[in-house]
T-cell receptor, first 113, second 113 residues
Framework: AQKVTQAQTEISVVEKEDVTLDCVYE???????LFWYKQPPSGELVFLIR??????QNEISGRYSWNFQKSTSSFNFTITASQVVDSAVYFC??????????FGTGTRLQVFP | NAGVTQTPKFQVLKTGQSMTLQCAQDMNHEYMSWYRQDPGMGLRLIHYSVGAGITDQGEVPNGYNVSRSTTEDFPLRLLSAAPSQTSVYFC????????????FGPGTRLLVL
């Protein structure tokens, strides 16, 4: 069975600090996809990134970067120079061609001014 | 495009009442799904549909019914509401079930007294 673990329940940082959100996954499939979603205080779920299992290249989008390491089954998310607007719950999710999309339990990030 | 829309935004029910949560998408997505979000548990799949006329159960289907008569609409029915169904419900859609990015509606907050 597939599983996504986000061990950090809550993280608090001060603005401009860098912060990394951890995501560890389990799957027996060789083809799978990993996702990150953001849920701001307003409640909607915002898609951030999708990565397939054959692409281990790290990705950077502005202040956001993602580190995918198959060797450790991790897909970590780093926010550089955090801002108050980054305060949200962040979900990591996993989907494969033999199982449904499943979510981790989320990490609540609070960025204080 | 409106994307994925859900109504109502908020609903209060008494135990035993029934209701339908509406979900619609205008992206011509084949795959639609319903999740519930509870504190500390991430999002859990209730039911999903891979196309008009085809539905299947997810992780937590008990107490819920779905149907898919059109590509656009995927309503979720609570047959006899229970306090355990107090939750936030999200509808999502994507081009297909496997590996595609799912886009979420704004959510329906349901309180069962």
């Amino acid at each position: 069975a597939q599983k996504v673990t986000q061990a950090q329940t809550e993280i608090s940082v001060v603005e401009k600090e860098d912060v990394t959100l951890d995501c560890v996954y389990e799957t027996r499939d060789t083809t799978y996809y990993l996702f990150w979603y953001k849920q701001p205080p307003s409640g909607e779920l915002v898609f951030l990134i999708r990565r397939n299992s054959f692409d281990e290249q790290n990705e950077i989008s502005g202040r956001y970067s993602w580190n995918f390491q198959k060797s450790t089954s991790s897909f970590n998310f780093t926010i550089t120079a955090s801002q108050v607007v980054d305060s949200a719950v962040y979900f990591c999710a996993l989907s494969s061609n033999t199982d449904k999309l499943i979510f981790g339990t989320g990490t609540r990030l609070q960025v204080f001014p | 495009n409106a994307g994925v829309t859900q109504t109502p935004k908020f609903q209060v029910l008494k135990t035993g009442q029934s209701m339908t949560l509406q979900c619609a998408q205008d992206m011509n997505h084949e795959y639609m799904s319903w999740y519930r979000q509870d504190p500390g548990m991430g999002l859990r799949l209730i039911h999903y549909s891979v196309g008009a006329g085809i539905t299947d159960q997810g992780e937590v289907p008990n107490g819920y019914n779905v149907s898919r008569s059109t590509t656009e609409d995927f309503p979720l029915r609570l047959l006899s509401a229970a306090p355990s169904q107090t939750s936030v419900y999200f509808c999502a859609s994507s081009y297909s079930r496997w590996g595609e990015t799912q886009y979420f509606g704004p959510g329906t907050r349901l309180l069962v007294l």
